[in-house]
């Protein structure tokens, strides 16, 4: 997903494989975790013609939609996410008025021409063979079926559109900053989904987005100069060539101007492709049956090119870990593609900018890649809830990052907790459960879903134990990846593998700004007092030095988890919450008392957690 830098706040095709047979079916009505959860299922089968010249396509589209739901559907929604970038849209004026608009997008949408907009016209539609109503709103389509779709009824949309790709502003767009002439996402009318809280319709202003669960098989006729890639197994290699096989003598290359490129990629939410004639693509082949595509831009500085080379086993490295540490990666290839604007996730891919230094583009690379396990096999909806796609993707990528790069950091996470606590001090801080594109400020929407976010499970580190939120990861993997989890799923997926209860903790966290503060009040010889000053309740790790030098470590369980985290300190009896201080004797004569030494707790006044003794 994009990756904004604020105060460090982290901010990346060749085989007709299938998916490991790990992979749960989408169009099941039931699952294993609860009988009564179901999501809708979609396949799309898409035909495109592309000028390269004029930055131009038209399309046919063949949709087939299942209603898993238990309601009758009397009308279906898709988004036309191209319609944005045109001016007076609201991703414009959106930009035009925020306070801290993305430098990214600014007043650039406000000044495009005709032939530099994007658009996205559907031109006829059908319901099983019959024409059917529909209209425009802005970058929603809205259609009033002929017959309602009963509960588990199946039915058939063909559409014809037309589509033109706007210059690069934001993700998607043509002829980008680095010269990548095509970066295709969003490009296509994509079925709105439905789920158990409604239609989800908010129009694109440049934030995330929601996709129905389903198979791809997309037909993409272009220049035969341009090699593609991004989304889908490749079906036809033998006719493009490009890359794709060594021996060009042998390619069974067709007459004409253009190619076509056949995809099929199965049990997605998106499809997402770029073109460029001056890409090089590279394969790198892992051991346990995975094929890593990396296409970028040949004519680019021999210090970027060499980077592209050096980031691919390093790739590698982080597929292998992140299989290990959330879930096996279920499909036979994930591709590495220069194009877009920044860094952004798809399926079985990424969109990032290629012109950079090593570790940028690694860095890029990890946040990236991560976001196919946290958000494209655990498909939250990151409109409604991005500090569960970008905070937990920061989380994984920090201790990814660390790990392959040997830092050694005693905090992976720490640049996550300055940006919480600027927003905190300076009062602009804005509660996580807010809608992506109703934050006041983009500082504040960067700061709830990539800091808190993070901060959300590195802090469950400090409360439940690091091993746990661990397990804890990998049980909601097993249990929700196919699927459409929710915040209170991820908090049972924790509260099962810990036994320790948290939903004060989803509350107070995500819910509302109020701020974990706790102080040394007073040591009066063996008498230590501890107080809660901000609003938000949390269990308390303290060390105590005592007079002769020697240590001693307790743990205060807070009195609503009804358990506390394995440890080796002493666990003294639960505070409970409502009270604001709490008290405890030692043995000893006491010298220093410390509160969380690890510094995993997201106190906004360390100044008070120390106290030593004159």
Avoid at 45 to 62: F, L, R
Avoid at 259 to 280: G, M, R, S
Avoid at 516 to 543: A, C, F, H, N, W
Wanted: glycine fraction near 6%; hydrophobic fraction near 35%; charge should be neutral.
């Amino acid at each position: 997903m994009k990756v904004s830098v604020f105060l460090g706040c982290v901010m990346v095709l060749l085989s007709s494989c299938t998916l490991s047979k790990k992979v749960v079916a989408t169009s099941s009505k039931k699952n294993s975790i609860n009988n009564t959860y179901w999501q809708q299922h979609v396949d799309y089968t898409m035909d495109i013609d592309v000028d390269v010249n004029k930055y131009q396509y038209k399309g046919k589209q063949q949709l087939v939609y299942t209603n898993n739901s238990p309601d009758n559907l009397n009308k279906v929604f898709y988004h036309l996410y191209f319609n944005a970038f045109q001016p007076g849209s609201q991703m414009d004026v959106r930009s035009l008025n925020i306070k801290d608009p993305s430098a990214k997008i600014g007043n650039k949408i406000s000044l495009l021409k005709p032939n530099e907009i994007g658009y996205i016209k559907v031109n006829s539609l059908k319901q099983d063979g019959a024409s059917v109503a529909f209209k425009r709103v802005g970058t929603i389509l809205e259609v009033t079926l002929n017959k309602p779709i009963k509960s588990g009824e199946q039915i058939t949309l063909d559409m014809d559109f037309d589509g033109q790709v706007p210059l690069q502003i934001r993700r998607s767009g043509r002829n980008s900053k680095e010269g990548v002439a095509l970066s295709m996402s969003q490009w296509y009318p994509k079925l709105a989904e439905y789920d158990f809280e409604g239609w989800h319709t908010p129009p694109y202003i440049a934030r995330e987005f929601h996709g129905v669960w389903g198979n791809f098989d997309v037909t993409i006729h272009i220049d035969k100069n341009y090699t593609i890639g991004g989304s889908g197994y490749l079906q036809n290699p033998q006719e493009v060539g490009h890359g794709y096989q060594n021996n060009k003598e042998a390619l069974q290359l067709p007459k004409g101007d253009k190619l076509t490129w056949h995809f099929k990629a199965p049990n997605v939410h998106d499809f997402t492709w770029a073109a460029d004639p001056e890409y090089k693509h590279d394969v790198l082949k892992m051991e346990n049956g995975i094929d890593l595509h990396f296409l970028y831009k040949k004519n680019m500085a021999t210090e970027y090119l060499e980077n592209w080379k050096k980031l691919q086993p390093k790739t590698a490295e982080l597929m292998k870990y992140f299989s290990k540490n959330i879930g096996q990666y279920p499909y036979k290839q994930y591709s590495v593609v220069q194009g877009g604007d920044g860094g952004m996730e798809y399926a079985m891919a990424t969109l990032i900018t290629g012109e950079r230094k090593f570790g940028s583009l690694f860095g890029v690379t990890a946040h990236e890649m991560a976001h196919t396990w946290f958000q494209f096999l655990l498909a939250s909806n990151e409109s409604a809830h991005p500090w569960m796609d970008e905070g937990f993707t920061t989380y994984i990528s920090n201790l990814a990052s660390d790990k392959i790069l040997n830092t050694n950091a005693q905090n992976p996470h720490k640049n996550s907790y300055l940006g919480y606590n600027y927003v905190v001090k300076n009062s602009i801080e804005e509660p996580q459960t807010t809608h992506a594109d109703r934050f006041h400020t983009n500082t504040a929407y960067g700061i709830a879903s990539y800091s808190k976010g993070n901060i959300f499970l590195s802090q469950l580190e400090y409360v439940i134990g690091k091993e746990n939120v661990a397990k804890g990861l990998k049980k909601y993997f097993t249990d929700f990846s196919f699927k459409h989890p929710t915040p209170n799923d991820v908090k049972r997926s924790l509260e099962k593998v810990s036994g320790i209860h948290l939903d004060w903790y989803l509350n107070e966290w995500t819910q509302t700004i109020h701020t974990i503060d706790y102080g040394v009040k007073s040591v009066d010889g063996q008498k230590i007092t501890l107080e809660r000053i901000g609003k938000m309740p949390m269990p308390i790790d303290v060390e105590v030095i005592y007079v002769d030098g020697s240590v001693e470590r307790f743990n205060i369980p807070l009195e609503i988890m009804r358990g506390n985290k394995p440890t080796k300190a002493t666990v003294l009896k639960d505070w409970g919450w409502a009270h604001p201080t709490y008290s405890f004797n030692v043995s000893k004569t006491v010298k220093t008392v410390i509160i969380d030494k690890s510094e995993f707790m997201a106190d906004v006044n360390p100044t008070n957690n120390s106290f030593t003794k004159n």
